[in-house]
């Protein structure tokens, strides 16, 4: 009897540690994308509408990981002409700014106003960060089959001290690239929201979508964020990200 037990703790023993290290597996390769970031995109941000009507917003994007600090600078125009800087940082403070044309500074958004979008809430300022992989609260959920592709699902929460609107997230991640096809988003009291990830594409040894689809769960309409072109390995330096870059508008 004693040598079952101490066999069934053994075996106890294994099964969670080979779940940790799973979990650790996931998390590391989604943290190295975040941390290799050095990107530049160009393309739309797209708003379907109950009915089906579209309005667009033309869009750029650059991102790039500093020690310690991942900054995105999103500059939109069509009917809202807007520059978003974020700045993510994996001790969970991070920071939005947003600059219009005219503007001598950009100024702070409100954490209350995170959960909104330059295109609706549906593709929200938060949504350009990638913070919930830095999360203290991370769990591997059953593998499953979604679509052609099998996923391992990761589970995420945030801590205390984190800035998010959302409860948790859950990532379905393709077991062979370890690149998320599928997200759930859970809002704080309110619906889940849904990203779908098409268009999966290998460029310079980097994984990444030409196109992710936004859908609230019970609500009709969408949220596209379309990838029409872009690079990479950017070489982006500090100044991209400076004040002056921030405030420059093009004159139409």
């Not at 009897?1 to 979990?23: E, G, I, N």
């Not at 900054?71 to 940082?89: C, D, N, Q, T």
């Not at 959920?141 to 609107?165: F, Y």
């Not at 609230?216 to 072109?229: F, H, K, N, P, Y």
Request: aromatic share 10%.
């Amino acid at each position: 009897m004693r040598r079952f037990r101490s066999m069934l703790a053994l075996t106890l023993v294994f099964c969670l540690t080979a779940r940790a290290a799973d979990v650790q597996s996931l998390l590391a390769a989604q943290q190295k994308r975040v941390q290799s970031a050095d990107f530049r995109a160009a393309g739309r941000l797209v708003r379907v509408n109950a009915s089906g009507a579209r309005t667009i917003y033309p869009m750029t994007i650059k991102a790039h990981w500093f020690p310690g600090v991942l900054r995105v600078l999103v500059e939109l125009s069509g009917p809202a002409r807007e520059h978003i800087l974020l700045e993510m940082r994996p001790e969970g403070q991070s920071t939005i700014r947003i600059a219009h044309p005219g503007d001598k500074t950009a100024g702070a958004l409100p954490f209350a106003n995170w959960s909104d979008g330059p295109a609706g809430p549906g593709f929200s300022y938060e949504d350009f960060l990638d913070a919930e992989y830095f999360w203290p609260g991370q769990t591997a959920l059953e593998s499953t089959r979604l679509g052609a592709r099998d996923c391992d699902v990761l589970k995420s929460t945030p801590g205390a001290t984190d800035k998010t609107h959302y409860s948790e997230m859950k990532s379905w991640l393709d077991h062979g690239i370890r690149f998320p096809v599928y997200v759930e988003k859970t809002l704080k009291g309110g619906p889940v929201k849904e990203f779908t990830y098409l268009g999966l594409r290998q460029n310079g040894g980097v994984w990444s979508a030409s196109q992710v689809e936004v859908k609230v769960r019970g609500q009709a309409g969408s949220t596209l964020l379309i990838v029409e072109r872009g690079s990479t390995r950017a070489n982006l330096k500090a100044d991209d990200f400076e004040p002056a870059s921030i405030l420059k508008f093009q004159d139409r």
